[in-house]
């Protein structure tokens, strides 16, 4: 079975360049995630959807940040414009909810530099 | 007040000895605590899950659920290089139990 599977895997860009991050979850997970990590951060949780529709984004850093998914099988993370800051490993991951005990599973990341 | 707390480490432990990581939560509410294991620019991928006090098993890895005392701990037996990498700990929101919050991770260097 197909993963979550992220695009792009690498991403080099200047600052106040847009950068759309993409997601595909795993077919019939109900539950998508989009998660930042950095070495001083750690792992943190930006912005989740439930069936489609964005549930909690607390953690989404500012107006700079923006999160879609219209449709089940697709979502996307972006940021504009990007600063040097924003540079981190994005995760995207999928979850089949309660009837998986809530157990989400990552994609390989997306690996962000803004220069 | 951080949700999810683990020491950083590095910790270091001979090869064939046992390997203990420590995690605590804040939300009294969580009923679902998990261990990710993530090696350098790698994914987290799930080692183990556990839902009830007291221990659960599975090969070398035991994890450890004390909800009284806020406490998650895993066991890693026989240590073997390969298991070097960072730990993270993983807990569901209370209230939101879709929600899933991690931990900083703990370093783990296996010694040879």
């Known amino acids: 079975d197909a993963g979550v599977i992220q695009s792009p895997r690498h991403e080099v860009t200047e600052m106040g360049q847009e950068v759309t991050l993409r997601c595909k979850p795993i077919?019939?997970?109900?539950?998508l995630f989009w998660y930042r990590q950095t070495m001083m951060r750690g792992l943190e949780l930006l912005i989740y959807?439930?069936?489609?529709?964005?549930?909690?984004d607390s953690g989404m850093p500012e107006d700079r940040f923006s999160a879609k998914m219209p449709n089940a099988s697709f979502s996307t993370l972006k940021i504009q414009p990007s600063e040097p800051r924003d540079s981190a490993v994005y995760f995207c991951?999928?979850?089949?909810?309660?009837?998986?005990?809530?157990?989400?599973?990552f994609g390989e990341g997306s690996w962000l530099t803004v220069v | 007040q951080k949700e999810v707390e683990q020491n950083s480490g590095p910790l270091s432990v001979p090869e064939g000895a046992i390997a203990s990581l420590n995690c605590t939560y804040s939300?009294?509410?969580?009923?679902?605590f998990f261990w990710y294991r993530q090696y350098s620019g790698k994914s987290p991928e799930l080692i183990m899950s556990?839902?009830?006090?007291g221990d659960k098993e599975d090969g070398r890895f035991t994890a450890q659920l004390n909800k009284a005392s806020q406490y998650v701990s895993l066991l890693i037996r026989d240590s073997q290089p390969s298991d070097s990498a960072t730990y993270l700990c993983?807990?569901?929101?209370?209230?939101?139990?879709?929600?899933?919050?991690f931990g900083k991770g703990t370093r783990l260097h296996i010694l040879p």
């Open positions: 991951a999928s979850s089949l909810g309660a009837q998986d005990r809530n157990t989400i599973y």
């Open positions: 077919s019939g997970h109900n539950s």
């Open positions: 993983a807990v569901n929101n209370g209230n939101r139990d879709d929600k899933i919050i």
């Open positions: 556990i839902y009830s006090n």
């Open positions: 939300d009294r509410g969580s009923q679902s």
């Open positions: 959807f439930n069936n489609n529709v964005p549930i909690d």
